[in-house]
């Protein structure tokens, strides 16, 4: 399953920088804003590609990129900050890694108190 996936990412994902510390790595995987259909209603008009004004977005890559919590990841022009990963199991066997991320500078305070 791993290889299958794994084999998806390559061929149709996107190459992203991720930073961890003073470490940069290229990675491919794929990376978009999370919509909900309950957000969506709530909203009063439409945002540019679909962007929900929270400012969440997803990000699904390979086990191998090792994305933890705190590291950064870099998409055109804008840097995101990992909130959270996690790795995706079938069966026994890690599939794949997701992570939330928000934009750095924009939303980088999500879940802090004031």
């Known amino acids: 399953m791993r290889k299958t996936v794994e084999k998806i990412i390559a061929q149709h994902g ?3 920088t991720v ?5 940069q790595k290229t990675v491919r995987g794929f990376f978009r804003a999370v919509n ?8 009063s008009e439409a945002t540019l590609l679909g962007e929900i004004s929270r400012g969440q977005y997803a ?3 390979p086990v191998d990129a090792a994305v933890k919590e705190g590291d950064t990841l870099s998409l055109g022009e804008k ?5 959270r990963t996690e790795l995706y199991y079938y069966g026994n066997q890690a599939v794949y890694q997701w992570g939330l991320c928000v934009e750095k500078g924009v939303n980088d305070t999500w879940g802090t108190q004031s």
Do not use: A, P, V
Not at 19 to 23: A, I, K, L, R, W
Not at 36 to 43: A, D, F, L, Y
């Open 14 to 16: 996107t190459d992203m």
């Open 19 to 23: 930073t961890s510390g003073s470490e």
């Open 36 to 43: 909900s259909k309950s957000w969506q209603s709530m909203e």
């Open 59 to 61: 990000y699904i890559g």
């Open 79 to 83: 840097t995101y900050l990992f909130r």
